[in-house]
């Protein structure tokens, strides 16, 4: 059965939330007969609703659509220039994401990649994926960028993908390439 979404764009991809303008269309979400006509159209989208307005600045388009309306890559833009926070493969491909999207865009991943995954952020770990995070630690006024490695090795393309974003000199990525320079 299609739905219709609202599509949204962020500064490391699209989002997306279902969209109802009509309360019979509402009939399978839970704000059915929480929703009155007076407050339509509604955008669903994490647990809660709210007015959907065209001239939202983030607001992109709406789409007609059975199954999700958006790809991995829309979602979390793969080899973004200005990427900062997020995912990257072995071969050195980013997946960007905002500081509180990790888990959901490793689920998505993971379904693209490793599709039997149940503990997704832990399966692209072992998988050599790097996760790259905001390291504000609630002491420091600076936030950061801190590349996490669950194995605690990396890949030369990782590396030389590190160096291109400016965090080859980071703490960690120096200790992991230190440990791994005799592999490449």
């Not at 998505?108 to 504000?136: M, N, T, V």
Request: some cysteine; aromatic content about 16%; charged content about 30%.
């Amino acid at each position: 059965m299609k739905k219709k979404y609202a599509i949204y764009k962020s500064e490391t991809g699209y989002y997306y939330g279902e969209y109802y303008d009509t309360l019979e269309a509402m009939k399978d979400s839970p704000f059915y007969g929480i929703v009155t006509e007076d407050k339509l159209p509604v955008v669903v989208r994490d647990g809660g609703y709210y007015h959907f307005d065209e001239n939202d600045y983030m607001f992109d388009r709406l789409v007609e659509c059975e199954g999700r309306p958006l790809t991995l890559e829309e979602m979390y833009f793969k080899n973004q220039d200005t990427f900062k926070l997020g995912w990257m493969s072995p071969d050195g491909d980013t997946y960007s994401c905002d500081y509180t999207s990790h888990t959901k865009a490793a689920e998505l991943i993971c379904e693209k990649y490793f599709p039997y995954a149940r503990l997704h952020e832990r399966a692209l770990g072992k998988a050599g994926w790097l996760k790259i995070i905001d390291s504000w630690d609630g002491v420091h006024r600076e936030h950061g960028q801190f590349v996490y490695s669950l194995t605690g090795k990396i890949t030369k393309r990782q590396a030389d993908r590190l160096f291109d974003l400016g965090l080859y000199n980071n703490e960690e990525v120096r200790r992991m390439i230190a440990d791994c320079e005799d592999r490449w």
